[in-house]
């Protein structure tokens, strides 16, 4: 089992440019999570996606989409990055419910 | 709202000794749990240990113990006979009746050899 696995582990852009964060679970888990975690902070929740075809905005969706695209994966997409959005990037997944959450690798993001 | 407060940005333990970290919480759900999770500098979220809070007993894990005090919203997190591989960031973290967590700022942790 692979766990939790994100595309890309690193990305710069320009100011403006878009792109997609790819996220993938093996887990059979029916919710997914996207953070961001800046300096000094813990992770901030940015979307969450409960089950398959539904999406929720979590602390801090302003600049962000997703895409619940299947059960196994959730993709979160900037359409025009700014500086502020410089962060890095947690993918999580869990059982529905409250259970613990288990993360990906992380995507360190860089906007210049 | 729920938050999540660590009071101590950085600590330091000697290898082989014992160190706390403190955490405390305010959530109005009355069924919630609390995680410790730990971020080597791997960036890798790592699960350390959970508590229940209809529970009154603490949760162990091997040298991993939380002091759970449910009246004061206080969960601590004790690490005993502390390792080189335990240096990291620990996050405490709140999940309440809808899936979410709410993390803590974190608090840095060094050991020393």
């Known amino acids: 089992n692979a766990g939790v696995t994100q595309t890309p582990k690193f990305q710069v852009l320009k100011t403006g440019q878009s792109m997609t964060l790819q996220c993938a679970q093996d887990m059979n888990h029916n919710s997914m999570y996207w953070y961001r975690q800046d300096p000094g902070m813990g992770l901030r929740l940015i979307y969450y996606?409960?089950?398959?075809?539904?999406?929720d905005k979590g602390e801090v969706p302003n600049g962000y989409n997703v895409s619940r695209l299947n059960k196994r994966e959730f993709s979160l997409r900037l359409e025009s990055a700014a500086p502020s959005q410089t962060s890095v990037y947690f993918c999580a997944s869990s059982r529905q419910g409250i259970y613990e959450q288990y993360f990906g690798p992380g995507t360190r993001l860089t906007v210049t | 709202a729920q938050t999540v407060t660590q009071s101590q940005p950085e600590m330091s333990v000697q290898e082989a000794e014992t160190v706390t970290l403190s955490c405390t919480y305010d959530t109005s759900e009355s069924d919630y749990y609390l995680f410790w999770y730990k971020q080597p500098p791997s960036r890798q979220m790592i699960l350390v240990i959970r508590?229940?809070?209809?529970?009154?007993q603490n949760a162990t894990e091997n040298r991993f113990s939380v002091n759970f005090q449910k009246a004061a919203k206080s969960f601590s997190l004790k690490i005993s006979d502390s390792q080189l591989g335990d240096a990291a960031m620990y996050f405490c973290?709140?999940?309440?009746?809808?899936?979410?967590?709410?993390f803590g700022k974190g608090t840095k942790l060094t050991v020393n050899p």
């Open positions: 973290v709140n999940q309440g009746g809808s899936e979410k967590l709410v």
């Open positions: 996606s409960a089950s398959e075809g539904t999406t």
């Open positions: 508590q229940e809070a209809y529970k009154q």
